[in-house]
C-alpha cells in the first residue's frame, strides 16, 4: 500500500463530506450541506468548499469521489444522482481535474464502499468479495480477483432491481421494509426492538428471511468468499442474523452455503475511506 496521500469524497443526498485519507488513516472530516435543488454549478461549489477547505490543510495528490448514481467510469461523467434533480450528466471528473491539476476517480458509492471494506475492513486477505448496503435501498460493490467489477454501465450489483414476491428485492431488503409493507417507521421499529418488543422482533425476523433470500440472490450470481453487509440496517444485524442464516442455509449448493462468509462492516466513515481507495483499485 503506498503512502500517497488521498481526499476522499462522499456525495450524499443531503450534504458532502470529506477527508484527506493515507494509508487508512483519516484527517479531521469536512462537511458542508449541499444545494439539493440548486444548479450543477451550485453543488460543485459545495464540493469545492470541502475539497478546497481539505488542500488548505495538507497536500493531497489524487481525489476520488463517490457518488449515489450510475457513473461512465472511464469519462468521470456521473447521470442522474439521486436527490439533486439538476445533476442529469455532470462531467465531474473533468471538473475537478481542471479546477485541482491533480488525478480524480468518480465511482458509484456502494463501489466505493466494497473497496474501503476490501481495503481497510473485512475484505481484507480475500481475493472476492461483495459489499451489500442494506440502507434505505439495497445496493452492493463486486470485487473479483481482487479487482472493482462496476460492470460496463458502472451497473453490476443492482440485485436491488431483481424482482423479488409482488415487487424488487429492495422494496423488502432494506431499511424501508417496515414502512413499505407495514407503514411503519423504521427508526421507531430499531428502538422497539432494542427494548425487546415482540411485535419489533417478529417484523427482524422477518427481515432477516428476506435479507437471505437476497444473499442467496448474491451468492448465485457471483459465487463470492465473502459479504459485507453495511449501510444501517447492519446495526441491527443481531435481530436478523437467525432468519437470515435459516435462509442461506436453503442454497440449493450445501457446501457453498456451509462455505460462505457474510460479515457485518466495523468500519467508520466508510464512504470516505472507499472513495480514495479508488486509487487503490485503478493502480492494480
Known sequence: MSNIKIIGLDLGATNIRGAVVNDGSLSDIVSQKIRTHGSVDDVMEDIYKVTDALLQKDKAEVIGIGVPSVVDVAEG????????????????????????????????????????????GKGNGSDSMIGLTLGTGLGAGV???????PGF??????????????????????????SNVYGL?????????????????????????HIGHAIKQV????????IVLGGSVRHAHAFFQQ????????????KTAERIRVEVSELENSGIIGAAALYYDHQQ
Open 243 to 254: 432468519t437470515m442464516w435459516q435462509e442461506i442455509k436453503t442454497f440449493a449448493y450445501t
Open 219 to 226: 451468492m448465485y450470481a457471483y459465487d463470492p468468499q465473502l
Open 143 to 149: 470485487m473479483i480477483n481482487n479487482r472493482l467489477y
Open 185 to 209: 417507521d423504521g427508526v421507531q421499529v430499531f428502538e422497539d426492538a432494542n427494548r425487546g418488543g415482540d411485535h419489533a422482533l417478529k417484523l427482524y425476523s422477518e427481515l432477516g428471511i
Open 77 to 120: 461523467i456521473v447521470y442522474d444522482v439521486q436527490n439533486i434533480p439538476s445533476w442529469k450528466e455532470v462531467h465531474l471528473k473533468q471538473l475537478m481535474e481542471t479546477r485541482y491539476n491533480i488525478p480524480v476517480y468518480v465511482n458509484n458509492d456502494a463501489n466505493c464502499f466494497a473497496l474501503g471494506e476490501y481495503y481497510f
Open 153 to 178: 454501465n458502472c451497473g453490476a450489483g443492482e440485485f436491488g432491481m431483481f424482482p423479488y414476491l409482488d415487487n424488487i428485492l429492495e422494496y423488502y431488503c432494506s431499511g424501508s421494509f417496515f
